[in-house]
Structures are given as structure tokens and as C-alpha cells.
């Protein structure tokens, strides 16, 4: 497994690197490759492993939200934490996700339930091609429609990473290696994980003076100026609540997984096996399709779960309840209530389904608008520093980020085929999609989203 662990991190390190991935600065220079295969190969080495503070970044995302009371669209700002470990570390984490990956694999591939844990797992279908949200979602769908009238149920688990037991982590650690002690090595890899410390990146850089897009910097500071401006200045937050990992780090999706294993088990039986129902997981978002007969036990039941087993809380809040019945032409629909008066689309993994079609969710397709538009505007800024030639440039350059022009681009000469914006899109995901779940309603959604581009392209930036 040791070996095997070597040759999976190597060739996603060489990726990353190739990708020009793990770009952002740190505590540490990027480490050569070759001394951090000797490190992370090594468990003496890991285990006398001094490990860097987490960087915090604080990412505000603006979202709309209808009011429950007067129905109209609020705008509201989300704030997610987000933190990222120092280069070295980062290698670290990622070797030692692979390893408890393995394990983990290996103890549930025999088991029922595993296909239906889908978050921070590789999923292949017939032909081999690799499976998506667009599957998934899609295999949900059509099942429901299988089932005929019934209820979804989804439930959110409220600040599911920063409300981990460390004790429960532990024992699920130790479980999926089969020991009754870890090693020093994974041991000292979990006390950097649940007893971390963390770094504001807006402290950092207002006391070095770093500009978000600043070059050629190698690292944050140097070792001496860790020690007297960061460590002594008090900007080090250590966590000491006994629960919580940090979101974003490499091996953060995994242990999300190795928390809920027991869980998962259960839910399967007791759903599944018992009630004859759907159950599915992605990180903390779950779904379970059930009779409304059922509906209450299994509501109960999962809370109850939840909170004793897992000392973690469902999020009432962000729990939907969506009734499928059949209307009065005999297709399937989908309902906020149990009388059938108020119509309500299910939504999973970025998508929606009304009983009978899926959509792509109306929030995902505002969000790609307001993307657009901003990069039209940092277009417009761009090329007014820059002479007309060049707003031919930026114009193909929104192309390919926000509409299907990566096809054309693509089939294209060589030089244009390497250009580093050849990247899918919000478009390119959707016309999958549609493709994949052979529904043209998707298409429909997404087919004036070129007019407005060059509308706003026109408005923006031609003068």
C-alpha cells in the first residue's frame, strides 16, 4: 500500500505542478519534489514534522434569497473560510489522504452502501468514463420517477468541518487502519489536522505589504520573521474547542468521509434495508426518498442520529421537504406541500426536477450572469489601458470562458489549442448536462446566454 500511495501522490504532485497548481504563497518556498518524496516517504520524518499555521483566506460570495414572509429576493452575503496549509505540509496532507483513501476503500468495497457515499470518491460508469454530479443527480431523478408519488427529503448539517468531534475522528482514524493506537506519524499528521493553528491572509498582508497579484515573491516571510513579526505579534489563532478541521486542506473531503462511515452503514440499513427507501451522501448534504407514511420516522431518526452519534446538528433551515405527486393529466410534479397546492422544484447537486424534467438550478444560472458580467467589466478596464488592436483579444477571451467558443477555439490550430483559458465552463458543464440526461429543457436554459454575452460585450466595451 506504502508503494502504491508513492506512486498515486507522485504522479498528482507532478500534475499540479505542471498545472501550475499550489501557486499562492506561504510560510515556505515550493519544495522540490525529489527532497518531499524522501520526507513523506519517510514515517520517522513525518512524525518529528514541524507543521506550519493554516493560512486563512475569508471568501465573501453574494448570494439571493427569497424572503419566507413577503416572497421577495433579498441580496445576502456568505462568508466561507477557507484555509490552506504551507507547500510542504500540503504534500504531507495529500500523501497521507491517499493512504487513509486506500484503507477506506478497501474496507467498503464490498459493501452496499459504499455507491451511494459520492463526495471525494472516483466513480466510473459502463464504458469506464469517469462519473459526475451530472450523473448522479441524474440517477437520483430517474429513480424518483420510478418510486411514483413519494417525498424528498434533504437535509443540511449545520457547519459540518469546524463541528468535528476530534475524539469521534480519532476513533474513525484508528478504525479504517485497523490499530489500536496510531502510528507516530499518522498521529502527529491528525494533531496538525484537529489542533491546528491558523493565520488571518489579510494580517499577513497588510504587515509585509504584499499585493494580492504581487510576482516573484517565494514565500510570506522568512523563517526569522515568522518567528518575531508573526509568532510574537500574536497573529497565530490556535483551535482549541476539541472539534473542527480546517476547510480546505488536502485531506479535509476524506476525513468528512471517515466521520460518517458508521453513519452511513446505518442509514443504509435503516432506509434502504428496513424502509425500502433512497439514501444518498455528498459531504453534509443529504437526501433520502421515502413514502410519506415514512416521512416522519425518518425524519426523526436521522436527526436523532445525527446528533447523538455524531454530536452534530441538522440545519432546520436549509432542510427541503418535497412532495412528488401525481397531478391531474397523471405526470409526476413536484410540490412544497403535502396538499399539492404550491409547486416546488426538488434541488440536488446543482440541479432541479420538477417530477418530470430537470433544470439546471436558477440560482447557478443567476450566478453564471453575474460572472459574466463582472469579466466583461475587467475586460473594459483591461483594454482601456491597452490599444484597440488588443479588445479583439479580450473579447475572445470572454468567448471562450463564458459560452461553447472552446469547441471551435479548439478545433483550431495547435498554437490556440495550448491557450491556458481552454478550460470548460459554466456552458460547456451544462450542454453536458443536457447531453448526458438527454434533456433539452437545459439547452432551452441556457441557449440565450451567447446574445447576451455580445450584448453585454457591446455595452461594455465598444465604444
Not at 78 to 88: D, G, I, L, W
Not at 158 to 164: E, I, P
Request: hydrophobic share 35%; with cysteine.
Amino acid at each position: 500500500m506504502l508503494n502504491q500511495a508513492i506512486k498515486i501522490w507522485s504522479e498528482k504532485a507532478q500534475q499540479l505542478r505542471a498545472n501550475k497548481k499550489r501557486g499562492y504563497i506561504h510560510f515556505d518556498q515550493k519544495p522540490n519534489l525529489v527532497n518531499v518524496c524522501k520526507v513523506v516517504s519517510n514515517p520517522q520524518e513525518i512524525a518529528g514534522h514541524h507543521f506550519y499555521p493554516f493560512i486563512e483566506k475569508i471568501i465573501l460570495t453574494p448570494r439571493y434569497k427569497k424572503d419566507k414572509d413577503s416572497g421577495e429576493r433579498k441580496k445576502d452575503t456568505k462568508e466561507r473560510s477557507v484555509m490552506y496549509a504551507s507547500h510542504m505540509d500540503a504534500h504531507i496532507y495529500s500523501y497521507y489522504n491517499i493512504l487513509l483513501e486506500l484503507a477506506y476503500e478497501e474496507k467498503i468495497k464490498e459493501e452496499a452502501y459504499s455507491k451511494f457515499i459520492l463526495a471525494y470518491r472516483k466513480f466510473k460508469d459502463e464504458s469506464g468514463k469517469g462519473k459526475c454530479n451530472i450523473h448522479f443527480a441524474h440517477e437520483l431523478f430517474e429513480a424518483v420517477k420510478e418510486k411514483g408519488e413519494c417525498v424528498i427529503l434533504a437535509f443540511d448539517i449545520s457547519n459540518f468541518y469546524t463541528n468535528l468531534d476530534h475524539k469521534l475522528l480519532l476513533k474513525s482514524w484508528k478504525d479504517i487502519l485497523g490499530v489500536d493506537n496510531l502510528p507516530e506519524d499518522h498521529y502527529n499528521v491528525f494533531k496538525s489536522i484537529t489542533r491546528y493553528s491558523k493565520v488571518s491572509r489579510k494580517i499577513l498582508h497588510e504587515e509585509f505589504k504584499i499585493e494580492d497579484k504581487q510576482e516573484k515573491i517565494k514565500r510570506l516571510c522568512t523563517a526569522e520573521q515568522f518567528r518575531d513579526v508573526v509568532r510574537k505579534k500574536g497573529f497565530i489563532v490556535p483551535n482549541k474547542e476539541g472539534k473542527g478541521i480546517p476547510q480546505g486542506a488536502p485531506m479535509s473531503g476524506l476525513l468528512s468521509n471517515l466521520y460518517m462511515l458508521n453513519f452511513d452503514k446505518m442509514a443504509y440499513q435503516e432506509i434502504f434495508e428496513k424502509q425500502n427507501g433512497l439514501y444518498r451522501r455528498y459531504s453534509d448534504d443529504i437526501i433520502v426518498v421515502c413514502s410519506t407514511q415514512q416521512q416522519r420516522e425518518i425524519e426523526n431518526w436521522i436527526k436523532c442520529e445525527i446528533s447523538n452519534q455524531l454530536k452534530l446538528e441538522i440545519n432546520t433551515d436549509k432542510t427541503e421537504v418535497t412532495y412528488i405527486k401525481l397531478s391531474d393529466d397523471g405526470s409526476l410534479r413536484a410540490f412544497k406541500d403535502f396538499e399539492g397546492n404550491i409547486r416546488r422544484n426538488a434541488q440536488y447537486l446543482g440541479f432541479e426536477f420538477n417530477g418530470k424534467n430537470c433544470f439546471i438550478r436558477s440560482s447557478s444560472l443567476a450566478r453564471y450572469y453575474r460572472r459574466m458580467k463582472m469579466r466583461v467589466r475587467m475586460a473594459k478596464k483591461r483594454a482601456e489601458r491597452t490599444t484597440a488592436l488588443n479588445k479583439i483579444v479580450f473579447k475572445k477571451k470572454l468567448l471562450i470562458r463564458n459560452s461553447d467558443y472552446i469547441f471551435k477555439i479548439q478545433q483550431g490550430s495547435n498554437k490556440a489549442s495550448k491557450s491556458k483559458y481552454l478550460t470548460a465552463n459554466f456552458v460547456t458543464y451544462a450542454q453536458k448536462a443536457a447531453k448526458s440526461m438527454k434533456e433539452d429543457k437545459i439547452n432551452k436554459q441556457i441557449s440565450p446566454h451567447l446574445k447576451k454575452l455580445h450584448q453585454e460585450v457591446l455595452k461594455k466595451i465598444i465604444k
